[in-house]
């Protein structure tokens, strides 16, 4: 029985574990004609490999990507041209230091999958967590760099907007600073507050949580399926499957909760241009499980970085009480590097609704 495969007409397998030669992804279902170079998709993994800031895992990996399937060369050796074929991508592990985990080959880190793993498949792979590491991730956002080829016209983008307690300000919410700092933050203000907060976790050896933000604008009306392809169903399912994530929400969210029905609803009028006009996007651009031309807006909440110096009481596979202290290189905080992952997964789901939708209805929206 596989897992390891997500999506239907838009449909991704990733392989290969953290500390094994290589891993990478499978993207099947992309249409033929569609162009692109390495640096199409290696802009988006550069976003997220280790080893850029201080607040990061020191894990020095270059996350070069190749392309080995599923495209036609051009002549002058940079663009290639989608087959319609499946498309194979790579990416070389480079810094593994397996000797980082040897002490903890028996032992179970709390917070970890090292548990789960064994008590499923009596075997886990302890170096750096093996299937179950976020490494696995960069697979991800190369195929998130595919299904942005797939949605032209669709803009995705992802901010961090908590980090423990300290959220930004909202009124000072800007795109345009969001890669001008190390934890993608929309508020300038914010940064210093953070880069303060994260020195103090990283220098104390623990770890924090956070909450990632992600837009796709631009998304055509009419996206998604009821009952059970619901377009928010599947980006959920796609967010919450990411390493360390522990809740998503759409639009509102928990806070619809909080508030009445007049409150909530997403009045419309009829707009200038004959379309209609919302007056308010609580919905976060989902309405029925169908996309409805808003933006679509999701939000992730990341748990702590399990990894930290702290002894943490466990046991180990022999069922004695033991304590565990990880060492090897981690983040603070792990929710910085999971912005382009959240990114490119909101980008997969999207694009497969896409094919779905025009398979459906014959539509090009």
Not at 252 to 262: D, K, L, P, Q, S
Request: one cysteine or more; proline letters at 5%.
């Amino acid at each position: 029985m596989s897992h390891n495969t997500f999506g239907h007409l838009f449909r991704v397998t990733t392989w290969g574990e953290s500390h094994g030669p290589a891993l990478g992804c499978v993207v099947d279902g992309c249409p033929p004609g569609l162009t692109f170079t390495l640096a199409d998709i290696q802009s988006f993994l550069d976003k997220r490999k280790p080893g850029q800031s201080r607040f990061v895992t020191q894990r020095r990996e270059a996350d070069e990507v190749k392309v080995l399937s599923g495209v036609f060369p051009s002549g002058d050796g940079e663009t290639y041209t989608t087959t319609g074929t499946p498309i194979s991508l790579m990416i070389e592990n480079t810094d593994q230091r397996s000797k980082d985990y040897g002490e903890i080959a028996q032992q179970y880190r709390p917070g970890h999958a090292d548990f789960t793993y064994d008590a499923k498949y009596g075997i886990r792979d302890y170096r750096g967590g093996g299937r179950s590491s976020a490494r696995e991730t960069a697979a991800r956002v190369a195929a998130g760099a595919v299904a942005r080829l797939v949605i032209p016209g669709v803009k995705i983008r992802g901010a961090l907007v908590q980090i423990g307690k300290h959220k930004i300000n909202r009124s000072r919410f800007d795109w345009d600073q969001v890669d001008q700092n190390p934890f993608f933050c929309p508020d300038a203000e914010t940064v210093p507050v953070w880069e303060a907060y994260l020195d103090e976790i990283r220098k104390a050896g623990s770890s924090v949580g956070a909450v990632v933000e992600v837009v796709a604008e631009g998304v055509p009306a009419g996206l998604g399926a009821p009952l059970y392809g619901k377009l928010d169903q599947d980006i959920a399912s796609l967010l919450m499957s990411i390493n360390a994530v522990k809740g998503v929400e759409i639009g509102n969210g928990f806070e619809a909760a909080e508030i009445t029905g007049e409150e909530n609803a997403d009045e419309m009028r009829m707009g200038n241009d004959g379309a209609p006009l919302f007056l308010s996007n609580h919905a976060g651009g989902i309405l029925g499980g169908i996309s409805t031309g808003q933006p679509v807006i999701a939000r992730f909440a990341v748990k702590p970085t399990s990894s930290i110096l702290t002894p943490r009481q466990s046991i180990d596979a022999s069922g004695h009480n033991v304590d565990v202290r990880t060492k090897g290189r981690h983040d603070p905080c792990v929710g910085i590097r999971a912005v382009p992952v959240g990114e490119a997964m909101l980008a997969c789901a999207i694009a497969d609704h896409y094919l779905r939708d025009r398979g459906q209805t014959g539509r090009l929206k």
